[in-house]
């Protein structure tokens, strides 16, 4: 299978500014089968910009599943549980945006569903494909005695970033329609906390840390596996701000702050890691950036033990990559870098932070 035809479900931002461009481009190893949105008016505005036949536009992700496609991309609104329920009921196989849902029974579905069909179920974390990150990473393997990971967050708007883009936009989807979606969203985020009446703040603290704060926790998962306990959190400005400190083995602690700035256009996120006579310090740009680098700055002793700083920057795109990597897992039957099966421990680290703080026991 050199050329993968690729069914996409959702045609928001993140679609139109990644996933579609990196698709119609590759054309040596992509091809978009298909398209598919609960907007009429945006199907037919992205199809017609990509070049979509009209019979390859759904507002149904079942009738895309069931089309002539090999894999499926979900990138729509919500829980994306349904939609890769549907790719594997038609042996599609299946990369999905964050976040890939919200409950650990919906994880956990998603993952023997896929199994069962024999179809490849990867985590569609772009971090974790920046070359950054990936350099990061085996140098931190490398370095003596890690005692600490600090990682800020500091998150606008994201309208000031789509600001720079022309893009098309859902305008004529029924208000109602968008009430149920809301509710059930509500209804699936009360059973991931598992409290009998949890309160605004503590659904928008889980929203956050499973929507956006979930980078940060893949990048710490990719680099140093799950955590051994939750040792505290805080949530504050009703959901707006939080800070959590993990436990890791041999006495690290990681300490995550993911804060909204709204009018800040300064997009930071900053993953550092302190050893005993090491830094190593990663940049990520925002996920709308296109050619914008990703940064390493390494703090080490040189050969001769003189305190040395070296900057390392990058410019390769980490959606193109992540796209280059779920078709060679599929070609050559590989595990992916980032499985599915990454959704359990890390739903049940959204759940330990948010459950944590003290707002949770109010």
């Known amino acids: 299978m050199n050329r993968l035809r690729v069914g996409v479900v959702g045609c928001g931002a993140i679609a139109q500014i990644q996933h579609l461009p990196h698709l119609r481009d590759g054309r040596d190893r992509f091809e978009i089968g298909g398209i598919c949105d609960i907007s009429p008016a945006l199907l037919a505005r992205v199809g017609d910009d990509f070049g979509v036949p009209a019979h390859a536009r759904f507002t149904d992700f079942e009738e895309l599943a069931a089309s002539d496609i090999d894999a499926v991309l979900i990138c729509s609104s919500g829980t994306h549980a349904p939609p890769t329920l549907a790719a594997a009921r038609h042996g599609r196989h299946v990369l999905v945006e964050k976040p890939a849902c919200t409950t650990l029974a919906e994880a956990r579905a998603m993952i023997d569903a896929c199994a069962a069909a024999g179809v490849l179920l990867m985590a569609a974390y772009p971090k ?71 309160s605004p703040t503590l659904r928008r603290a889980y929203r956050l840390a499973n929507g956006s704060l979930i980078h940060d926790i893949s990048v710490l998962h990719g680099m140093f596996g799950a955590p051994e ?94 796209l280059d990597h779920f078709h060679d897992c599929i070609r050559r039957g590989r595990t992916p870098n980032t499985p599915g099966e990454e959704l359990i421990d890390h739903l049940t680290l959204v759940r330990g932070i948010v459950l944590a703080s003290p707002a949770a026991r109010s």
């Open 128 to 198: 974790r494909y920046e070359p950054s990150y990936e350099y990061a990473a085996a140098r931190v393997r490398a370095m003596r005695d890690v005692r600490l990971v600090q990682v800020d967050h500091l998150h606008p708007s994201n309208d000031l970033h789509l600001a720079e883009f022309d893009l098309h936009r859902a305008a004529d989807v029924p208000q109602e329609n968008l009430d149920a979606m809301q509710a059930a969203e509500d209804a699936l985020t009360d059973a991931a906390l598992g409290l009998p009446d949890p």
């Open 229 to 322: 306990a939750v040792l505290s959190s805080e949530i504050w400005r009703g959901g707006a701000g939080l800070t959590t400190t993990l436990r890791y083995p041999g006495g690290m602690r990681a300490v995550l702050t993911w804060i909204d700035l709204p009018d800040l256009w300064a997009f930071q996120e900053t993953f550092a890691v302190y050893g005993r006579a090491e830094r190593v310090t990663v940049s990520f740009p925002t996920g709308f950036s296109r050619g914008l680098p990703t940064t390493v700055v390494v703090q080490a002793p040189d050969a001769q033990g003189n305190a040395a700083r070296q900057e390392l920057a990058w410019h390769e795109n980490p959606f193109e990559r992540e």
